[in-house]
């Protein structure tokens, strides 16, 4: 158990819709990151939360959002979906600010566009 | 782009032998490079790591290896166990303007071992 907990584990839902991913993070981790894993790609970095405010922006569509609370949980905000935004997506925390060496991830919520 | 590439999308291996999991990147700017394991239904688990400073890093059975000249990295695990079926991601960490780090996985290889 790394400790970061994601929900749902599996989300199902239609085109065109909106949804919103939660993670908690370890305890005592300020860092929140965002990964997205499609088919046979790797891990795809989306952004990345330090202690309630955007740290670092990857691949991330527009339509996409995301945000750190005060309680350090992080939500991703998926709107306007498209078939192709079927993945799993992992968040992942740290304590510091940086990607050090060890990002613990949950265990990731698996999104189906239909 | 990718940046980081595995090539071999699965690798089979009999218990008790060498497994060795292969990765290639491009950018010569990518300072330190990560191994994570990846079981089903759970998120990947740092495994090993290498500064680009050094060639070799050993920890337990798992040793990796860095040909910087070649921008080829190994991951060898000895003997192999059955416990060690997984999926295996190679990443490579790249300090960006302002002192930024960002982490790029390559595709992943899924490990087998067969007992």
């Known amino acids: 158990d790394s400790g970061v907990t994601q929900t749902p584990k599996h989300l199902i839902t239609a085109t065109g819709q909106r949804v919103t991913l939660r993670c908690s993070p370890r305890?005592?981790?300020?860092?929140v990151y965002w990964y997205q894993q499609s088919l046979d790609q790797g891990l795809q970095f989306l952004i990345q939360?330090?202690?309630?405010?955007?740290?670092a922006k990857g691949n991330i569509l527009e339509r996409f959002s995301a945000q750190q609370f005060p309680d350090l949980h992080s939500e991703l905000n998926l709107s306007s979906l498209e078939l192709g935004d079927s993945a799993l997506y992992f968040c992942?925390?740290?304590?510091?600010?940086?990607?050090?060496?060890?990002?613990?991830f949950g265990s990731g919520t698996q999104l189906s566009v239909l | 782009d990718q940046q980081v590439k595995q090539n071999s999308p699965s690798l089979s291996v009999q218990e008790g032998r060498i497994s060795i999991l292969n990765c290639d990147y491009t950018?010569?700017?990518?300072?330190?490079f990560l191994w994570y394991k990846k079981y089903p239904a759970e998120g990947p688990t740092f495994l090993i790591s290498?500064?680009?400073?050094?060639d070799k890093n050993e920890d337990g059975r798992f040793t990796v290896f860095l040909n910087k000249s070649a921008k080829h990295l190994s991951l060898h695990i000895v003997p192999s166990q059955p416990g060690d079926s997984a999926v295996y991601f190679c990443?490579?960490?790249?300090?960006?303007?302002?002192?930024?780090?960002?982490?790029?996985f390559g595709t992943g290889t899924r490990l087998t071992i067969i007992p």
């Open positions: 992942a925390s740290s304590e510091g600010q940086w990607e050090n060496e060890k990002l613990f």
């Open positions: 305890s005592g981790d300020l860092s």
């Open positions: 939360y330090y202690n309630g405010e955007e740290r």
């Open positions: 950018n010569s700017m990518f300072d330190y």
């Open positions: 290498i500064s680009s400073i050094k």
């Open positions: 990443a490579a960490r790249l300090l960006t303007n302002f002192g930024n780090e960002k982490l790029t």
